[in-house]
């Protein structure tokens, strides 16, 4: 499995998978010509992260985050920074596996976020 370091709010998390999705944020209109077009404000981004196997310090690390209102700094694999935030898709959790002392129980996780202007 590949792992990706990511940061967040300075904080660096080891990432299984980074899905991103790019939107066009814009006016659609119709000239007088009749030509369809777009009024282009800007692109953004929506970053999907996953992290499997993680302990339960870490989710928590992560759930407190969907508690902030304000903009979060994102550091992706590439060394590229985006201000995002977590809108309406919150972080997602589940018990996994056990660990190794089989004491330990390991989460996977899945949080959503999305680059603001």
């Not at 800007?42 to 759930?63: C, D, E, F, K, Q």
Request: aromatic share 4%; with cysteine.
């Amino acid at each position: 499995m590949t792992v990706q370091r990511i940061t967040i709010q300075g904080i660096p998390y080891d990432v299984s998978s980074i899905r991103r999705s790019d939107a066009r944020i814009g006016t659609r209109f119709q000239a007088r010509n009749g030509a369809s077009r777009l009024a282009l404000r800007a692109v953004i981004t929506t970053y999907t992260l996953a992290l499997h196997g993680i302990p339960w310090s870490m989710v928590s690390n992560l759930r407190a985050l969907t508690t902030s209102t304000s903009p979060l700094t994102l550091i992706d694999e590439h060394g590229g920074t985006a201000t995002v935030q977590l809108l309406d898709d919150l972080c997602e959790s589940e018990s996994t596996v056990l660990s190794a002392d089989n004491q330990t129980i390991l989460y996977d996780v899945t949080l959503t976020l999305t680059e603001v202007l």
